[in-house]
């Protein structure tokens, strides 16, 4: 298998169309395990998409409330050459020493929800227990500008037009102007890119944007935009039942089926102006 980028591997394929077969080439979405690291601390592994690394550990560490403002994150960077092997599937942080964590208890944290999932209520109180403010309440977004946004996204979709295999997020300012798409296997982590932009180019709170993510709308989606200060979460598919509980909660304008002309608000209805 040769690969056309790190984004993006190619392979030989057999497609069989019409009962005639054909070799052909295809482009696959590539997957790598990134692992984060705090100092010399592993913290965490996530397969991911390669692309846009340091964003996604600047996001992760964010949304997951290990930093809360940009200046605790003191170094970020790729490690390019370690004698495990890891070469380019590594990024390492020095945080401020306020933001130095405990270790042993990041590693029960880490293992039990990867372990066991997310566990309903107690997963919102955690969510809650973080002192998050509501998102900003004054933001309004028209519905003719919502219905704009899918195909602004599937024209920014570089890989995905090449695989089909990505999924995509993006960030749009109040006037449905793109500022920033990033694409990975992993829903959660092009939405953690995103967010990592914007911590690491000193943009967080991001109170005036609507984030639109393809597939559907799940819980983690839902807790970091609301980290992230995001009044808005647009999807084209359907939201869970778990992710609409926490936007209502924490007041923020949830919506899924965002296709074509239609759409359907789950949370949050009094920011979509009526006209």
């Given at each position: 298998?040769?690969?056309?980028?790190?984004?993006?591997?190619?392979?030989?394929v057999t497609e069989w169309n019409g009962g005639i077969a054909t070799r052909k080439d295809d482009f696959l979405a590539a997957e790598e395990p990134?692992?984060?690291?705090?100092?010399?601390?592993?913290?965490?592994?996530?397969?991911?998409?390669?692309?846009?690394?340091?964003?996604?550990?600047?996001?992760?560490?964010?949304?997951?409330?290990?930093?809360?403002?940009?200046?605790?994150?003191?170094?970020?960077?790729?490690?390019?050459?370690?004698?495990?092997?890891?070469?380019?599937?590594?990024?390492?942080?020095?945080?401020?020493?306020?933001?130095?964590?405990?270790?042993?208890?990041?590693?029960?944290?880490?293992?039990?929800?990867?372990?066991?999932?997310?566990?309903?209520?107690?997963?919102?109180?955690?969510?809650?227990?973080?002192?998050?403010?509501?998102?900003?309440?004054?933001?309004?977004?028209?519905?003719?500008?919502?219905?704009?946004?899918?195909?602004?996204?599937?024209?920014?979709?570089?890989?995905?037009?090449?695989?089909?295999?990505?999924?995509?997020?993006?960030?749009?300012?109040?006037?449905?102007?793109?500022?920033?798409?990033?694409?990975?296997?992993?829903?959660?982590?092009?939405?953690?890119?995103?967010?990592?932009?914007?911590?690491?180019?000193?943009?967080?709170?991001?109170?005036?944007?609507?984030?639109?993510?393809?597939?559907?709308?799940?819980?983690?989606?839902?807790?970091?935009?609301?980290?992230?200060?995001?009044?808005?979460?647009?999807?084209?598919?359907?939201?869970?039942?778990?992710?609409?509980?926490?936007?209502?909660?924490?007041?923020?304008?949830?919506?899924?089926?965002l296709r074509g002309n239609r759409f359907v608000v789950y949370a949050g209805d009094d920011?979509?102006?009526?006209?």
């Open positions: 298998m040769a690969r056309a980028s790190r984004s993006v591997d190619l392979t030989q990134l692992e984060i690291r705090i100092g010399e601390n592993p913290l965490s592994v996530t397969m991911r998409t390669p692309g846009h690394d340091v964003e996604l550990a600047a996001g992760f560490l964010f949304t997951e409330g290990l930093v809360q403002r940009r200046e605790q994150i003191v170094a970020l960077e790729s490690v390019t050459g370690d004698n495990d092997g890891k070469r380019g599937n590594v990024v390492r942080a020095e945080l401020s020493s306020e933001a130095l964590p405990d270790f042993e208890k990041l590693r029960r944290h880490f293992f039990a929800a990867s372990s066991c999932g997310i566990c309903g209520k107690a997963s919102i109180d955690a969510v809650r227990s973080r002192l998050l403010r509501i998102p900003n309440p004054d933001f309004r977004v028209a519905p003719n500008l919502l219905v704009s946004l899918p195909e602004a996204l599937r024209s920014a979709q570089d890989v995905f037009e090449r695989t089909g295999g990505l999924h995509a997020a993006a960030l749009f300012d109040s006037g449905g102007k793109l500022l920033i798409v990033r694409e990975d296997i992993g829903r959660h982590n092009a939405v953690d890119k995103i967010i990592g932009w914007a911590l690491l180019n000193e943009r967080i709170p991001l109170s005036d944007c609507v984030l639109l993510v393809s597939g559907r709308g799940g819980f983690e989606i839902i807790q970091k935009a609301i980290v992230a200060g995001i009044p808005v979460v647009a999807s084209v598919s359907a939201p869970s039942s778990l992710a609409v509980q926490l936007a209502r909660e924490l007041r923020l304008t949830l919506i899924g089926f920011r979509v102006a009526r006209s």
